[in-house]
């Protein structure tokens, strides 16, 4: 008996395949079961994503890809600077970090690229 996967969206035990995808009847949600099983990468956290598309990870060194201004500041965080040893998180914010000059942030991952 082969094990069907499971809905990554919301959890149903019952999609069915269609051609190279499989659906979802619950939510209509179309997966690869294949890409899927390479994204969780057995990882304990979640999977978090930087705006290339590239799987982060705990300890990663990540360079800022846009001006973020930083509230309580009056200058921003510039293009380009490096921050190193990041720690993932859930929410909104998944990236907890140290910035030289700032102190400890949470930044979203589709403002960082993987250094």
Request: with cysteine.
């Amino acid at each position: 008996m082969s094990q069907d996967p499971i809905c990554p969206n919301c959890g149903c035990d019952y999609p069915y395949p269609s051609g190279l995808l499989w659906i979802c009847p619950e939510c209509a949600h179309e997966f690869n079961p294949e890409e899927i099983s390479l994204e969780t990468n057995d990882q304990d956290g979640p999977v978090v994503k930087d705006s290339n598309g590239n799987i982060l990870q705990n300890g990663d060194s990540v360079t800022i890809i846009k001006d973020l201004p930083v509230k309580g500041f009056s200058k921003s965080i510039k293009v380009g600077t490096k921050v190193t040893n990041i720690r993932l998180v859930d929410g909104d914010h998944n990236i907890d970090c140290k910035i030289p000059g700032f102190g400890s942030m949470a930044l979203k991952s589709e403002f960082v690229k993987k250094a």
